[in-house]
């Protein structure tokens, strides 16, 4: 599976942006999904992520009540919607599956939050959050 990830820009604090991120290969939807950023100078962070068939979602406290992610197996796509952006948002958005694939479509592996966890990294996109 090959990911790339778009809908980057820039957007004024308190705004929205909708991320999408794009696969190629039917087995898109056997895999949990996962959103990661990463700002300059920092490590990648877990932000969030949701089970095969979509019925679980996580989310890192720092975004929980303001991003929602979802995803699309017919389109074979997830997507990030982020309301209510801050500065401190502003980072390379990347989307990543998990390596693992598990009988329970609605699994998640207590780990989720962990980068080593995924595999198949798209190219991020850029989330610049300034007035």
């Known amino acids: 599976v090959q990911l790339q990830a778009s809908g980057g820009g820039l957007v004024q604090p308190g705004g929205s942006l909708r991320l999408s991120c794009t696969a190629s290969?039917?087995?898109?939807?056997?895999?949990?999904m996962g959103w990661f950023r990463q700002a300059p100078g920092k490590e990648r962070e877990f932000v969030a992520a949701?089970?095969?068939?979509?019925?679980?979602?996580m989310y890192a406290n720092s975004v929980k009540g303001r991003f929602t992610i979802s995803r699309d197996n017919a389109k074979t796509a997830a997507y990030l919607q982020m309301d209510s952006l801050r500065p401190d948002d502003t980072a390379v958005y990347y989307c990543?599956?998990?390596?693992?694939?598990?009988?329970?479509?609605?699994?998640?592996?207590?780990?989720?939050?962990?980068?080593?966890?995924?595999?198949?990294w798209g190219q991020g996109t850029q989330v610049t959050v300034s007035s």
């Open positions: 990543a599956k998990q390596s693992m694939t598990y009988r329970d479509k609605n699994y998640m592996p207590t780990n989720y939050y962990i980068p080593s966890m995924y595999s198949s």
């Open positions: 290969g039917r087995i898109f939807s056997t895999y949990n």
């Open positions: 949701i089970t095969s068939a979509g019925g679980k979602s």
